[in-house]
C-alpha cells in the first residue's frame, strides 16, 4: 500500500473556494450596474485554475481574462461554453484557429495585432470579436494615442471585427490618491471616442474601490479575489483565500556559537532547539525571508533561524513544548496572525509575487462553499 500524497508532502496548501466566491460578491457589490469578470492569468495566481475557475463560473462570473491563450484554451475546458474568455496578450502569430476553435477574445494590443486579426477575419470570411486595449498612461500594452490618431483616418480599420469590449490598465490604482489614476481616466474617455458605443473596462481589483468613475461596463478584478488586499496599508475588506501549513522534518538542539544554514549568517546565543521544515525557496518560500520572517505554532511567532535554503527553513522553536515541535507535526505560514500580504512585505514584494510563486510540490487541499 502507498502512502497518500498528503503523507508524502512537506508543505499543505489549503484554498477556500468558499472565501474566493464571497470576495467575488463583494467586489461585483461594488458596481452593482456594472458587469464583474475575474482574471485567471497564471493559473489563478497561483491557487489552481481548474478549481477556482468553476467556482466562479458556479457563483455567476459570466466573464474571465487569462494572459495567454493556452491559459484560455484550457479555461474553455472549467466554464460553461456561455462564459467570455478574453486573452490578454492578443493572438500570437499562427494561433488564430485556437481561438475560433476555443472561442476566445483577443484583446488587441497594437496595430500589428489589429491587422493579423483583421486578415484572419478575412480568411475565415465571418466576423471575428476582438477587444481593443488603448494604452492611457501605463505604457506597457495597448494602442498609443499616436496609434489611433494614424488608424482614425481609416473609415475601415476595423472592418470584419466585432469589437466586444474596449479597455486600458491603471498603473497605480493601489494608491487612491495617485494623480495618474484620474490622468488614465480622463484619457480613456477621449480615446475611447473612437470607439462609439462599444463597452468599456478600466477597473482592476484596487480600480473598483476608486468609486464609480472607474466602473464602466466591466470590472476586472484579479488579486483582490485571491486575498490580496486593494488598498495596501489600509483594513483589507477581502477574506483570506490561502493558508499555508509546512511539515517540520527534523529537531535539534545547538549550543551556544553554534551555527545554523548556508552562510553561517544565524549563530546560536546559548542552547536553543532548531526545527527545520520541509518547504524553500524552491517553493515560492522567497530567500528574501531569511532573518524577516517566522513561522506560527498555535498561534506563537517562531523566527526563522539563518538563510532560507531550496527545500528547508531553520526555526527557533526554543521554549515550546516538545510534543507540538515534533518532526511529522505542522507549522503555520500563512495563518490568522499572517497573511500573504504580510509575508510579502517581509520578503520585499507583493502579494501578486508571493501567490504566484507558490510551489507546485505542496498538497493542494481545496475547500468547497459551505
Ligand atoms: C490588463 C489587466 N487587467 C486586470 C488585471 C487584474 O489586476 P489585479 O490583480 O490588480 O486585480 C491585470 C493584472 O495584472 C491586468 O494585467
Known amino acids: ?38 482574471v485567471m492569468k497564471a493559473d489563478a495566481y497561483g491557487l489552481g485554475m481548474d478549481q477556482v475557475a468553476p467556482a466562479l463560473a458556479d457563483e455567476g462570473c459570466p466573464v ?72 492611457t498612461g501605463m505604457s506597457r500594452m495597448g494602442f498609443a494615442p499616436a496609434d489611433l490618431a494614424a488608424l482614425s483616418g481609416d473609415a475601415g480599420w476595423l472592418a470584419g471585427l466585432d469589437v466586444k469590449l474596449v479597455m486600458s490598465h491603471l498603473a497605480c490604482a493601489d494608491e487612491a490618491a495617485h494623480p495618474l489614476n484620474e490622468r488614465q481616466r480622463r484619457r480613456f474617455e477621449q480615446l475611447r471616442e473612437i470607439l462609439p458605443g462599444v463597452p468599456a473596462s478600466l477597473a482592476n481589483s484596487s480600480g473598483v474601490f476608486l468609486g464609480p468613475a472607474y466602473h464602466y461596463d466591466l470590472l476586472r478584478p484579479g488579486a483582490a479575489l485571491y486575498g490580496i488586499n486593494p488598498h495596501p496599508g489600509q483594513p483589507n475588506p477581502l477574506r483570506q483565500a490561502v493558508s499555508l501549513a509546512a511539515r517540520i522534518v527534523q529537531v535539534r538542539t545547538v549550543a551556544d556559537g553554534d551555527i545554523v544554514g548556508y552562510g553561517a549568517r544565524y549563530v546560536a546565543s546559548g542552547p536553543r532547539r532548531i526545527a527545520t521544515i520541509g518547504i524553500g525557496y524552491a517553493d515560492g518560500w522567497l530567500r528574501a525571508l531569511s532573518g524577516h520572517s517566522q513561522a506560527f505554532v498555535d498561534g506563537v511567532a517562531v523566527p526563522f533561524a539563518g538563510t532560507v535554503s531550496m527545500d528547508s ?37 507583493i502579494g501578486y509575487e508571493l501567490l504566484t510563486r507558490l510551489g507546485r510540490r505542496f498538497h493542494r487541499h481545496y475547500v468547497p462553499c459551505g
Open 313 to 349: 527553513i531553520t526555526l527557533d522553536v526554543t521554549g515550546l513544548p516538545q510534543a507540538r515541535v515534533a518532526p511529522g507535526r505542522t507549522v503555520d505560514l500563512l495563518c490568522a496572525q499572517q497573511d500573504v500580504d504580510a509575508v510579502a512585505a517581509q520578503a520585499g514584494t
Open 64 to 135: 474571465f481574462f487569462t494572459a495567454h491563450v493556452a491559459e484560455g484554451m484550457r479555461l474553455r475546458q472549467l466554464v460553461p461554453e456561455d462564459c467570455a474568455i478574453y486573452v490578454l496578450h492578443g493572438p500570437p502569430a499562427g494561433t488564430a484557429p485556437d481561438f475560433y476553435q476555443y472561442d476566445l477574445i483577443p484583446v488587441l494590443n497594437d496595430p500589428g495585432q489589429l491587422q493579423e486579426w483583421r486578415a484572419s477575419a478575412q480568411r475565415l470570411g465571418r466576423a471575428l470579436p476582438a477587444a481593443i486595449q488603448l494604452d
Open 1 to 38: 500500500m502507498h502512502a497518500s500524497e498528503l503523507a508524502r508532502a512537506g508543505a499543505i496548501l489549503t484554498v477556500d473556494l468558499g472565501a474566493i466566491r464571497a470576495n467575488y460578491r463583494l467586489l461585483a457589490a461594488q458596481a452593482p450596474a456594472s458587469t464583474c469578470a475575474a
